[in-house]
T-cell receptor, first 113, second 117 residues
Framework: DTAVSQTPKYLVTQMGNDKSIKCEQN?????MYWYKQDSKKFLKIMFS???????INETVPNRFSPKSPDKAHLNLHINSLELGDSAVYFC????????????FGQGTRLTVV | AQSVAQPEDQVNVAEGNPLTVKCTYS??????LFWYVQYPNRGLQFLLK??????LVKGSYGFEAEFNKSQTSFHLKKPSALVSDSALYFC???????????????FGRGTQLTVWP
């Protein structure tokens, strides 16, 4: 009964390809996020959705496009992949409220070759 | 601007000894503070949070954290470390100001804790 699940767990692809990462949460949370963790383990927020509405859109190349078909799903599509996109991408969700903690998925390790 | 600092990249401690992982923060409103742990090849797991009230917060796996408003710190502690506590620890803050209900978490850069037998 995974709370926040991401697929795939590992993704190896060539430069220039387009790929998607899927995320689903079964916690009934209203808010979902995408974070990027670089090779130095630094975590940076990319996007946040609340009830399918984009709330946070950090300075991310427009090759990255999130899509939220419903509040339980938040997918990340990446066009024209570059070497620098190699990282671990984490999906997270939390209920609305200032004092609520986020629940993270297991991560997707993307390697661009 | 919101920010979190974890001044130590690495903390090494012997099993059975107390451990402290340091965190200081900067927010414009009331701080909401969190600690997360990341084991190798895993996602982040929530450990504990400070909202309001007691300055000493107890969390999972015997961890606790002390909130100090005057020093803007939220250090993570454990009285007796275990080898299995070895992991990467992240401090995070959410600003309690306007828009905070939808707000982002600002993470520190992480501290690698190694507990040796």
């Amino acid at each position: 009964d995974t709370a926040v699940s991401q697929t795939p767990k590992y993704l190896v692809t060539q430069m220039g390809n387009d790929k998607s990462i899927k995320c689903e949460q079964n916690l009934g949370h209203d808010t979902m996020y995408w974070y990027k963790q670089d090779s130095k383990k630094f975590l940076k927020i990319m996007f946040s959705y609340n009830n399918k509405e984009l709330i946070i859109n950090e300075t991310v190349p427009n090759r990255f496009s999130p899509k939220s078909p419903d509040k339980a799903h938040l997918n990340l599509h990446i066009n024209s992949l570059e070497l620098g996109d190699s990282a671990v991408y984490f999906c997270a969700s939390r209920p609305t409220g200032v004092n609520t903690e986020a629940f993270f998925g297991q991560g997707t390790r993307l390697t661009v070759v | 601007a919101q920010s979190v600092a974890q001044p130590e990249d690495q903390v090494n401690v012997a099993e059975g000894n107390p451990l402290t992982v340091k965190c200081t923060y900067s927010v414009s409103g009331n701080p909401y503070l969190f600690w997360y742990v990341q084991y190798p090849n895993r996602g982040l797991q929530f450990l504990l949070k400070y909202i309001t009230g007691d300055n000493l917060v107890k969390g999972s796996y015997g961890f606790e954290a002390e909130f100090n408003k005057s020093q803007t710190s939220f250090h993570l502690k454990k009285p007796s470390a275990l080898v299995s506590d070895s992991a990467l620890y992240f401090c995070a803050v959410r600003d309690g100001g306007r828009g905070s209900t939808l707000g982002r978490l600002y993470f520190g850069r992480g501290t690698q804790l190694t507990v040796w037998p």
